[in-house]
């Protein structure tokens, strides 16, 4: 079990307290586990190792390819105003392949309707003009970049499941 080698690398270089924290775990599953006396999920265990010192990715539909951990705790997040936390909720709740939560029926459905109709037609004007405002209020062009790159992921995502 390579990842249970990693896991006693990083106590021995780090401690268990800091790998504890880095984990989101406690310090008492940090020495369960190497110890391997863990009576709980290691598979989720494992995957977390695997994600902060591995590098195991997923690829989310809103923010593209990132890491196994990140994914989980955005699927933890609440239902927000933030229009790109609100994207990322309604990805985790709308049959993402990555998330482990049921399905919501509205965001189902929502999605299934978009999904299914051919004749609603990506209105590019108008997203850059919401995005264009967007940027204004928080934080200028810069912004603007970052709101450009996650329509492009979300588009490519959408484009992709299609494809399939």
Known sequence: MKWLNVLRQQVELNGQRPVAEKLGVSNAVVSQVVNEKYPGDMNRIQALVESVYMSKTVLCPVLGEIAWHACHQHQKNEFTSNPQKL??????????????????????????????NTNSKYDASAVINRLSRQADNE??????????????????????????
């Open 139 to 164: 934080g200028g062009r810069h912004r603007l970049i970052d709101l450009l790159q996650d329509e492009l992921h979300s588009l490519a995502a959408r484009f992709n499941k299609l494809v399939k």
């Open 87 to 116: 994207r990322i909720y309604r990805a985790c709740r709308s049959g993402c392949d990555n998330s482990e939560l049921p399905v919501t029926q509205n965001v189902q459905l929502d999605a299934l309707a978009n999904r299914g």
